[in-house]
């Protein structure tokens, strides 16, 4: 009896502190070389800490972890390293939740980059990589999820950089997409995908394949659309989907779709999908059960727009344009009713060859569409962690978070233009990896 007390007793001083990112805090506490992990202590002018703003913030940064946010410089630790950021705004480290990590490629002249992404061994792949999760970093995005790669290089990505063989930001990553047989269509000869399964007992093994390779999460192609393709034809049945869907949960995974067309949507929301990426032309009654599943949108609706400016480099046939900007628009008109309607939305860039670095751009089209700039910092903070199922580790400045942060200049609740535009400093799990704040201007 004294025990099941005391384990209730445990249990909810759990939960009561797993608002405030208790968990890494409980790990910290166990640690044993808790008596030499070096203190940090920030200082920032103000501090969006996810939830509420600090006017002339302290954030006192333990090994990896924040140990105390406060507005009351005495309390910073006499042995602690001071970090002055008093003309800057501070925020949790951003996430972004749709990127393609291992699909950087070179800007050499005269390559198109989709020949690149093809014709690349993986090791030189992940080799090249490490330039698109540097400029990652340097736009304040601290926490990635990755939604597709061959070969597992973004298992091998996700680990080296958890060694600190690699510098960029966290992942958490799916391995294979799942598609039906030759979708998406790629130009060029293309290895056999190892995501490929048609029907729900192939749909069952390559889900549990990802599973068994150490995916974070499961991605399926619910529909055509890709690059310069912007048809959104269904490809797999409401079965096949909800099939994956239910494997991924059992196995504690969540789950991305992929449409690019309202049908692949309806069935991927109805099949209980944890998030729906890129979808246009969503029907009412698919919004609207979003909004009462708390089903995330990542509408992806900038990848387009870096389509659109690089086409020509990566290899498009000529006439790409107007079909991407028609996509653009109601890409963008989706995302302004779905917000209306209640609908939580994440951010994710979609980023791929060499987009990184213009993650968070999609803010702006958030902004567009509706939202005030907390709203669309909560897409890349608070919102992103509850989609990683992280809530209680990231996307917050809170005592047990991981130490991760940004310093902008300006006011980003009042211009999201500073987020996009103005990060002058990034720290990933108390380390210092962005520093601008001798250069900046
Ligand atoms: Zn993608």
């Not at 490629?105 to 014709?119: A, F, N, R, S, W």
């Not at 090249?128 to 091998?156: C, P």
């Amino acid at each position: 009896m004294k025990i099941r007390v005391s384990q209730l007793a445990a249990a909810a001083y759990a939960m009561a502190l797993l608002a405030r990112c208790a968990s890494g805090q409980q790990a910290a506490e166990k640690r044993p070389d808790s008596a030499v992990r070096p203190i940090k202590a920030l200082r920032f002018r103000s501090l969006w800490d996810g939830r509420k703003l600090w006017p002339d913030a302290v954030v006192i940064v333990e090994g990896d972890r924040v140990r105390e946010v406060t507005s009351d410089a005495r309390k910073i630790p006499p042995q602690a390293q001071v970090v002055d950021l008093t003309k800057y705004t501070g925020l949790p480290g951003l996430i972004d939740v749709h990127t393609h990590m291992t699909m950087y490629t070179d800007e050499t002249p005269g390559v198109p980059m989709l020949k690149q992404i093809t014709g690349t061994p993986p090791a030189v792949e992940v080799f090249l990589a490490r330039k698109g999760a540097l400029r990652t970093l340097e736009s304040g995005v601290t926490t990635v999820r990755d939604l597709g790669a061959d070969q597992y290089m973004d298992i091998a990505m996700r680990d080296l950089i958890n060694r600190g063989e690699m510098t960029g930001p966290r992942m958490f990553v799916s391995g294979y997409g799942l598609y039906v047989t030759s979708t998406p269509y790629k130009p060029g000869l293309n290895p056999p995908a190892g995501g490929i399964a048609d029907g729900v007992p192939e749909v069952l093994r390559a889900v549990r394949q990802q599973v068994a390779a150490g995916a974070d999460v499961i991605k399926l192609y619910a529909s055509t659309g890709t690059d310069d393709d912007v048809t959104g034809f269904e490809t797999y049945t409401y079965e096949e989907i909800k099939a994956a869907v239910d494997a991924a949960h059992q196995f504690g995974k969540k789950i991305a779709i992929h449409s690019y067309g309202p049908a692949g949507a309806r069935d991927a929301v109805r099949a209980g999908t944890d998030s729906l990426e890129h979808a246009t032309d969503l029907d009412e009654e698919t919004i609207a059960e979003m909004a009462r599943r708390g089903t995330y949108y990542v509408p992806t609706i900038d990848h387009n727009r870096y389509y659109v400016e690089n086409g020509d480099r990566i290899g498009y046939p000529p006439g790409f344009q107007d079909r991407l900007r028609e996509f653009i628009g109601r890409n963008l008109e989706t995302a302004r009713r779905a917000h209306k309607a209640g609908v939580r939305f994440a951010m994710g860039s979609d980023a791929i060859y060499t987009m990184f670095g213009e993650n968070t751009r999609e803010l702006g089209w958030f902004v567009k569409a509706g939202m005030t700039p907390k709203e669309a910092l909560a897409t890349a903070t608070t919102n992103a962690a509850d989609l990683l199922g992280k809530g209680g580790e990231l996307g917050s400045v809170a005592p047990g978070c991981y130490a991760d942060l940004v310093a902008v200049d300006g006011d980003p609740l009042a211009d999201i233009g500073a987020v996009l535009n103005r990060v002058r400093w990034v720290m990933k799990g108390g380390q210092t990896v962005v520093d601008r704040t001798q250069s900046a201007p």
